[in-house]
Structures are given as structure tokens and as C-alpha cells.
């Protein structure tokens, strides 16, 4: 199995709401990604995560909450958004070793009202 | 921190020409360079990457090489197809960074 897989494809929330993205991977990858895309941009880092801890955190506001519950999936928990968040939000995984190497999921599309 | 630099940001091309990305990159010390094909609604996909070790690799109709003197690399599609069309990114990092850089993107749109 060579994919990362995102749930939900779609999320439309509005600013009070609580939400979870899913991102899973089964090629034991020890390093999990989550990036933000906006339109015509390249993905932005948000968080690292290497053996299920954090290692980056690319000061991404607290509304934003990403969990590792074990070494194959990775979870951002969303609160209090604002619409400014509405972006393509992409979860990556990679061998430790070959860092950036990294393998993406199709994403998930956010919309925040 | 590294800075990558993309050109051009669109580049059209008849199908079956040829199609040409540079990026350019700031720190001497990346070593790992991988190109990604973005299509329409789909996540990044790696499509080739290069090691500094190496100045050009090839992949069937995709190649890319790199002048590590320069600080640049290429991303080379021959006979290109319309499924070729889609935006590409460049990245660069040293080998074990989680960080990669990336460049801003270049949209490639193959003309039948």
C-alpha cells in the first residue's frame, strides 16, 4: 500500500463548530505532515510529527490541534476558525530517513463560513 | 532559511514539444530535490526527485538535472501529452530535513 489516504475530501464549517481531518498511511512512515495550500500556492508547513511526537510546529495558531494517536495516523482538530483558514489542507508522510520524500494525500477541501 | 525560486510561473506547449522548469535555490547546503506534479483537485505527487551526488536523471519521458555550482535544476518533459498538463513544483532540502522548501509553482497547459 502505497497511499496516504484524507478524510473528510469536503468540510464546510462554520467559525463556532468543532471538526477533525483524518489523514492514515500504512507504509511505515515515521514522519507525519500537515500542510495548508491556498489557491495557485505551494503547500505551507504546519506540523511534524517524527515517531508520533511533535517535532516542528511552524507557529500555526491554536485553533489548530494535530494529534499522532499512533505511528500510522494523524488527526488536526479544528476550533474556532475563521474563514481565512478555507485552504486545501494536505497530509504527507516519509521515511525518517529521506526526510523530504515525501508522499501526499489527495487532501482534504475546507471551507469555513 | 533555503529559498527556492520557480520560472516560469505558466509555460504552454504543443503537444509533443518539449517543456522546461528551472528553479534556482539559496542554500549551498540542500542536497535533495525532488519535483512534484500537482493535477486539478489531487494532492502533490513526486514525479522525480534528484541527489546532489548526481547532476541528471532520467525517468522515461521526464528528466532532471542539476548544477550544484549554479544552484539551479531542471525539470526536462519530452513528447509531452495532455495528461501532462497540471502545476509543478520544485522543492529543495538537506537529506533528513523535514523541512522541505518549495518553489511557487509553474502551471504547464499542453495544447492538442
Known amino acids: 500500500d502505497t497511499e496516504v489516504t484524507q478524510t473528510p475530501k469536503h468540510l464546510v464549517m462554520g467559525m463556532t463548530n468543532k471538526k477533525s481531518l483524518k489523514c492514515e498511511q500504512h507504509?511505515?512512515?515515521?514522519?507525519m505532515y500537515w500542510y495548508k495550500q491556498k489557491a495557485k500556492k505551494p503547500p505551507e508547513l504546519m506540523f511534524v510529527?517524527?515517531?508520533?511526537?511533535?517535532?516542528i510546529n511552524e507557529s500555526v495558531p491554536s485553533r489548530f490541534s494535530p494529534e499522532c494517536p499512533n505511528s500510522s495516523l494523524l488527526n488536526l482538530h479544528l476550533h474556532a476558525l475563521q474563514p481565512e483558514d478555507s485552504a486545501l489542507y494536505l497530509c504527507?508522510?516519509?521515511?525518517?530517513?529521506?526526510?523530504?520524500?515525501?508522499?501526499f494525500g489527495p487532501g482534504t477541501r475546507l471551507t469555513v463560513l | 532559511g533555503e529559498n527556492v525560486e520557480q520560472h516560469p510561473s505558466t509555460l504552454s506547449v504543443q503537444e509533443g514539444d518539449s517543456a522546461v522548469i528551472k528553479c534556482t535555490y539559496s542554500d549551498s547546503a540542500s542536497n535533495y530535490f525532488p519535483w512534484y506534479k500537482q493535477e486539478l483537485g489531487k494532492g502533490p505527487q513526486l514525479i522525480i526527485d534528484?541527489?546532489?551526488?548526481?547532476g541528471e536523471k532520467k525517468d522515461q519521458r521526464i528528466a532532471v538535472t542539476l548544477n550544484k555550482t549554479a544552484k539551479h535544476f531542471s525539470l526536462h518533459i519530452t513528447e509531452t501529452q495532455p495528461e501532462d498538463s497540471a502545476v509543478y513544483f520544485c522543492a529543495a532540502s538537506k537529506y533528513g530535513n523535514n523541512r522541505p522548501a518549495f518553489g511557487k509553482g509553474n502551471q504547464v497547459v499542453v495544447i492538442p
Open positions: 504527507a508522510s516519509s521515511q525518517l530517513t529521506s526526510g523530504a520524500e515525501q508522499f
Open positions: 510529527y517524527s515517531y508520533e511526537k511533535l517535532s
Open positions: 534528484i541527489r546532489s551526488n548526481v
Open positions: 507504509m511505515g512512515h515515521r514522519a
